[in-house]
C-alpha cells in the first residue's frame, strides 16, 4: 500500500511559477514510476508527465512539453512537478499517482495508488 500526499497549487498569474510535490508512504518508492496527472472541470483526467524509478527515463504531454519539469528523489520519497510559463489552461486540480512498475506509463488505468490533488489556478 503506497500513500500519496501532494502538495504546493495554488493561484498564480499568468507566465509565473510552481513546484508541486507528492510525498510518498513506505520504504519501496523506487519501485514505483509515478505520474502527474490534471483533471479541469468538465474535462478528463489526462497525464502531465510520468518518469520512471531512476528518474532517467522522462514523459511529457505534448502541451506542457518545454514548461513542465518532472523529477524524483529516492531518498526523500517524493516526486515533484516544477511547473514554468503557466497559462490559464494549465488550471486544474493535480494529482500524482505510482504505477507498479519500474517504467512509466501513459495509461491512466495502469496508475495503482493515487493522491487526494492539489488545485492549480492560473488567473489572465
Known amino acids: 500500500q503506497v500513500q500519496l500526499v501532494e502538495s504546493g497549487g495554488g493561484l498564480v498569474q499568468t507566465g509565473g511559477s510552481l513546484r508541486l510535490s507528492c510525498a510518498a508512504s513506505g520504504r519501496t518508492f523506487s519501485m514505483y514510476s509515478m505520474g502527474w496527472f490534471r483533471q479541469a472541470p468538465g474535462k478528463e483526467r489526462e497525464l502531465v508527465a510520468a518518469?520512471?524509478?531512476?528518474?532517467?527515463?522522462?514523459y511529457y504531454a505534448d502541451s506542457v512539453k518545454g514548461r513542465f519539469t518532472i523529477s524524483r528523489d529516492n531518498a526523500k520519497n517524493t516526486v515533484y512537478l516544477r511547473m514554468n510559463s503557466l497559462k490559464p489552461e494549465d488550471t486544474a486540480l493535480y494529482y500524482c499517482a505510482a504505477h507498479r512498475g519500474f517504467a512509466y506509463t501513459t495509461v491512466l488505468r495502469e496508475y495503482d495508488y493515487w493522491g487526494q490533488g492539489t488545485q492549480v489556478t492560473v488567473s489572465s
Open positions: 518518469i520512471n524509478w531512476s528518474g532517467q527515463g522522462t
